[in-house]
């Protein structure tokens, strides 16, 4: 046993695989060792070059278990002072990379000699663990010791200003950059734009760099970058253009940079130029390059080129990367088959499919509602084990079967898979259960989830508020409306819209008024809703100047959810010159195109006030086929101004695209009985019959005391029936004798 590192037993460590970078190891082996291949023998012997070399590979590997075996070797034994800093220093990097920061940080306190070497490590150990704002405070403490910084130490302090937002941070380092004579490094200011520009700062970043003497492809990648985080898309671009005009090669990451860029900006000839440039440069075959690529021209709405670029290069690559781009482009494209066909390949191919494979594909299989090829996905993802198992590819399949209707497989999957739960797991189940109308079960969920300790997200509020307003349950919607404020998500854009159409259906149109009046800067969404909720309570004037208020405005601009909104206010509002104004204002002004719901819309609003012969004129001069929805609303109006042959042909129509459809039946019957015509009435009685079509009983319902207590005709299943039954009966008798 040697003295020197006092300890009883060989301790077994494995080499790197790498050797390096002479081609050889530069581990020193003992000559005694005689143990399995790749495998050594520490003693007291052991150089430390080799310790330093081992630390660095556990560091490579992020292997903690090694790195303690090391640090025991070490703590054990007697080596001077420098050599002991070496290796301490080489511990809190490999401490650092396998994330235990306070094993590093008490690795860091036993360091002899701190250097500016051992405070950068820190700083940069911090930082990569997330302690940004202790990697900065290591850097002031650096300051107090008098340590000078070098340029390293002023780049990881910059890094660390990254998380902490703080601009008072940034300024001191670039302070300290410009005492102490670094800022004609390159490196150095390609730090300082970076965490300029990582803070929102990209004036700041511009300034840097403009003052850079020189400009590599690493600065001006960091400057594309930040113009893009910061939605400065075409500036972007243009920086990628000077880049060139100034003869710098672009390498790898300005390529990604710049096509991210011109993804967002949605600009396909920009895409192609740059795709031009790749090809000369001999890049576009880089798989990082040509997945950043396909992704852009597939944002561009090119999915023709994205899947151009993928068979041209990477058609027979085994890696994924360009197959979950192309994949993930035919689904926000929403072409799902060609989704599933790209999957089939992939697995013919036996391309490995991760959880961006399967949550595309789930993604398209719930697009287009095929429960079939969800079935087949699902039997893949159970029989490929624990690789393709995770909570993510499980919240797909739930929003899968729950866009497939399949309400009943969602909760099997969702209770298996429980303990595994997170928060998207619970919205897309409180999600499912209202866009399905199960919107009792969808509070019942929600309320679940927060007795489970998850806070809700914007899109759960959106769920359970869409919910509330169908229910017309407004003493829970204010409830949640309070939670909103607690949980910050009270001015979320989504939330608002959803909580102005709860109020205005639950009959609070005031609420509906001051959530609109609150919000800064509404977008259209907000506005629709607004004169959506105005429509919905007779106030057709009221939406008619709000629209002129908005019509007023620069941005938003009206869409064609809007026009329907307000040509439904103006409907129910009997303003029908303007009504008609509007449906051509939508084309003539805005160039949208008129849909079927606003032809139905302007049938109505014509039949409504008894000018039914214009509203037939209108249908038939439609340049596009009248549905049911048309037919209907002039059927409606039909029965109200006692029209019985436009009755008749109207309700004809509407059972030709809907044969199942009884509410025609019983308007046409309903107008035969009120213009006298009992013969008629009978007869179209007689065909329901014989038909065997009933008409849907209508359904009401109230909220008492947080109890939602619903109501059918004939109902015989509420608990308090025959209490109901009896009320009602005495109603009906102290109205029979108020008519005496």
Same mark, same amino acid.
């Not at 090809?279 to 997945?291: A, D, K, P, Y």
């Not at 259960?433 to 929600?446: C, G, H, K, N, P």
């Not at 004169?531 to 100047?545: E, L, N, P």
């Not at 009401?700 to 209490?723: A, L, M, R, V, Y």
């Given at each position: 046993?040697?003295?020197?590192?006092?300890?009883?037993?060989?301790?077994?460590?494995?080499?790197?695989?790498?050797?390096?970078?002479?081609?050889?190891?530069?581990?020193?082996?003992?000559?005694?060792?005689?143990?399995?291949?790749?495998?050594?023998?520490?003693?007291?012997?052991?150089?430390?070059?080799?310790?330093?070399?081992?630390?660095?590979?556990?560091?490579?590997?992020?292997?903690?278990?090694?790195?303690?075996?090391?640090?025991?070797?070490?703590?054990?034994?007697?080596?001077?002072?420098?050599?002991?800093?070496?290796?301490?220093?080489?511990?809190?990097?490999?401490?650092?990379?396998?994330?235990?920061?306070?094993?590093?940080?008490?690795?860091?306190?036993?360091?002899?000699?701190?250097?500016?070497?051992?405070?950068?490590?820190?700083?940069?150990?911090?930082?990569?663990?997330?302690?940004?704002?202790?990697?900065?405070?290591?850097?002031?403490?650096?300051?107090?010791?008098?340590?000078?910084?070098?340029?390293?130490?002023?780049?990881?302090?910059? =890094?660390?200003?990254?998380?902490?937002?703080?601009?008072?941070?940034?300024?001191?380092?670039?302070?300290?950059?410009?005492?102490?004579?670094?800022?004609?490094?390159?490196?150095?200011?390609?730090?300082?734009?970076?965490?300029?520009?990582?803070?929102?700062?990209?004036?700041?970043?511009?300034?840097?760099?403009?003052?850079?003497?020189?400009?590599?492809?690493?600065?001006?990648?960091?400057?594309?970058?930040?113009?893009?985080?910061?939605?400065?898309?075409?500036?972007?671009?243009?920086?990628?253009?000077?880049?060139?005009?100034?003869?710098?090669?672009?390498?790898?990451?300005?390529?990604?940079?710049?096509?991210?860029?011109?993804?967002?900006?949605?600009?396909?000839?920009?895409?192609?130029?740059?795709?031009?440039?790749?090809?000369?440069?001999?890049?576009?075959?880089?798989?990082?390059?040509?997945?950043?690529?396909?992704?852009?021209?597939?944002?561009?709405?090119?999915?023709?080129?994205?899947?151009?670029?993928?068979?041209?290069?990477?058609?027979?690559?085994?890696?994924?990367?360009?197959?979950?781009?192309?994949?993930?482009?035919?689904?926000?494209?929403?072409?799902?088959?060609?989704?599933?066909?790209?999957?089939?390949?992939?697995?013919?191919?036996?391309?490995?499919?991760?959880?961006?494979?399967?949550?595309?594909?789930?993604?398209?299989?719930?697009?287009?509602?095929?429960?079939?090829?969800?079935?087949?996905?699902?039997?893949?993802?159970?029989?490929?084990?624990?690789?393709?198992?995770?909570?993510?590819?499980?919240?797909?399949?739930?929003?899968?079967?729950?866009?497939?209707?399949?309400?009943?497989?969602?909760?099997?999957?969702?209770?298996?898979?429980?303990?595994?739960?997170?928060?998207?797991?619970?919205?897309?189940?409180?999600?499912?259960?209202?866009?399905?109308?199960?919107?009792?079960?969808?509070?019942?969920?929600?309320? =679940?989830?927060?007795?489970?300790?998850?806070?809700?997200?914007?899109?759960?509020?959106?769920?359970?508020?869409?919910?509330?307003?169908?229910?017309?349950?407004?003493?829970?919607?204010?409830?949640?409306?309070?939670?909103?404020?607690?949980?910050?998500?009270?001015?979320?854009?989504?939330?608002?819209?959803?909580?102005?159409?709860?109020?205005?259906?639950?009959?609070?149109?005031?609420?509906?008024?001051?959530?609109?009046?609150?919000?800064?800067?509404?977008?259209?969404?907000?506005?629709?809703?607004?004169?959506?909720?105005?429509?919905?309570?007779?106030?057709?004037?009221?939406?008619?100047?709000?629209?002129?208020?908005?019509?007023?405005?620069?941005?938003?601009?009206?869409?064609?959810?809007?026009?329907?909104?307000?040509?439904?206010?103006?409907?129910?509002?009997?303003?029908?010159?303007?009504?008609?104004?509007?449906?051509?204002?939508?084309?003539?002004?805005?160039?949208?195109?008129?849909?079927?719901?606003?032809?139905?819309?302007?049938?109505?609003?014509?039949?409504?006030?008894?000018?039914?012969?214009?509203?037939?004129?209108?249908?038939?001069?439609?340049?596009?086929?009248?549905?049911?929805?048309?037919?209907?609303?002039?059927?409606?109006?039909?029965?109200?101004?006692?029209?019985?042959?436009?009755?008749?042909?109207?309700? =004809?129509?509407?059972?030709?695209?809907?044969?199942?459809?009884?509410?025609?039946?019983?308007?046409?019957?309903?107008?035969?009985?009120?213009?006298?015509?009992?013969?008629?009435?009978?007869?179209?009685?007689?065909?329901?019959?014989?038909?065997?079509?009933?008409?849907?009983?209508?359904?009401?319902?109230?909220?008492?005391?947080?109890?939602?207590?619903?109501?059918?005709?004939?109902? =015989?299943?509420?608990?308090?029936?025959?209490?109901?039954?009896?009320?009602?009966?005495?109603?009906?008798?102290?109205?029979?004798?108020?008519?005496?």
């Amino acid at each position: 046993m040697s003295s020197s590192v006092g300890i009883s037993f060989p301790l077994i460590i494995k080499l790197p695989e790498a050797p390096s970078s002479t081609g050889t190891s530069s581990v020193f082996l003992p000559s005694q060792i005689k143990q399995k291949p790749r495998e050594i023998l520490i003693s007291s012997s052991y150089p430390v070059t080799s310790l330093t070399e081992l630390l660095r590979d556990s560091a490579d590997k992020s292997c903690l278990q090694k790195t303690k075996l090391i640090h025991g070797i070490v703590t054990k034994s007697q080596f001077k002072s420098k050599s002991m800093t070496v290796l301490l220093n080489q511990m809190v990097i490999a401490y650092s990379k396998s994330s235990d920061f306070d094993s590093a940080r008490q690795v860091f306190d036993e360091i002899p000699h701190k250097s500016v070497f051992s405070w950068t490590v820190l700083i940069v150990g911090a930082t990569e663990n997330g302690f940004h704002r202790d990697g900065f405070g290591y850097f002031a403490e650096m300051l107090c010791c008098d340590v000078s910084p070098d340029e390293y130490a002023l780049s990881a302090a910059a =890094q660390a200003c990254t998380g902490v937002d703080d601009v008072n941070l940034c300024e001191i380092v670039h302070a300290q950059v410009l005492i102490r004579g670094f800022s004609s490094l390159a490196f150095v200011n390609t730090s300082l734009l970076s965490m300029y520009a990582k803070l929102g700062r990209i004036g700041d970043s511009c300034k840097v760099f403009s003052s850079m003497e020189s400009r590599n492809e690493v600065s001006w990648n960091a400057m594309i970058s930040g113009f893009g985080s910061n939605c400065f898309y075409s500036e972007a671009y243009v920086s990628f253009l000077r880049m060139l005009e100034e003869g710098i090669r672009p390498n790898v990451p300005c390529f990604i940079s710049v096509s991210k860029a011109i993804g967002k900006l949605g600009d396909v000839e920009k895409g192609r130029y740059i795709t031009r440039v790749a090809l000369e440069m001999g890049l576009q075959s880089n798989i990082h390059v040509g997945t950043a690529l396909i992704d852009m021209f597939a944002k561009c709405g090119c999915v023709a080129e994205a899947r151009s670029v993928f068979e041209s290069s990477f058609s027979g690559c085994g890696v994924n990367l360009p197959w979950n781009a192309l994949l993930s482009g035919y689904t926000s494209s929403r072409e799902g088959e060609e989704a599933m066909l790209l999957f089939l390949r992939m697995c013919q191919s036996d391309v490995k499919r991760d959880v961006y494979t399967y949550c595309s594909t789930l993604n398209s299989i719930a697009d287009m509602r095929s429960l079939e090829y969800g079935k087949q996905v699902h039997g893949m993802i159970v029989k490929g084990g624990r690789e393709t198992t995770g909570v993510s590819i499980f919240n797909g399949l739930m929003d899968a079967y729950a866009k497939c209707g399949e309400l009943g497989a969602m909760r099997k999957l969702f209770a298996t898979t429980r303990e595994e739960a997170n928060q998207i797991s619970w919205t897309t189940l409180v999600t499912a259960y209202s866009q399905s109308s199960e919107w009792e079960e969808a509070l019942s969920v929600f309320t =679940q989830m927060r007795e489970m300790g998850f806070q809700p997200n914007h899109i759960t509020f959106s769920a359970v508020l869409a919910s509330c307003a169908s229910l017309s349950f407004l003493e829970y919607g204010q409830q949640v409306h309070s939670l909103t404020y607690k949980t910050g998500f009270a001015t979320d854009k989504c939330v608002e819209s959803v909580l102005i159409d709860m109020y205005a259906k639950c009959g609070s149109v005031r609420d509906a008024i001051k959530v609109f009046e609150s919000s800064k800067d509404p977008d259209v969404v907000l506005w629709t809703a607004m004169i959506s909720g105005y429509a919905q309570h007779g106030m057709a004037k009221d939406a008619v100047r709000l629209f002129r208020t908005m019509e007023q405005l620069i941005f938003p601009k009206p869409t064609s959810v809007t026009f329907l909104c307000l040509l439904f206010a103006c409907s129910h509002g009997g303003l029908v010159d303007e009504g008609l104004r509007y449906f051509h204002l939508m084309e003539e002004k805005y160039g949208l195109v008129p849909e079927i719901e606003h032809y139905a819309c302007v049938v109505d609003i014509l039949a409504r006030v008894g000018r039914l012969s214009e509203a037939w004129e209108f249908i038939m001069k439609m340049p596009i086929e009248p549905d049911g929805k048309v037919w209907s609303a002039l059927l409606g109006a039909c029965r109200v101004h006692g029209n019985i042959h436009l009755a008749e042909i109207a309700a =004809q129509k509407v059972i030709s695209y809907n044969p199942e459809d009884s509410a025609a039946l019983v308007l046409l019957s309903n107008a035969h009985r009120e213009a006298g015509n009992i013969e008629a009435e009978l007869s179209v009685r007689n065909m329901m019959n014989s038909q065997a079509m009933r008409k849907e009983p209508g359904l009401s319902w109230i909220t008492i005391g947080g109890q939602i207590h619903k109501f059918c005709s004939g109902d =015989q299943h509420h608990p308090q029936k025959d209490e109901i039954y009896r009320t009602l009966h005495d109603l009906m008798e102290k109205v029979k004798s108020k008519k005496h």
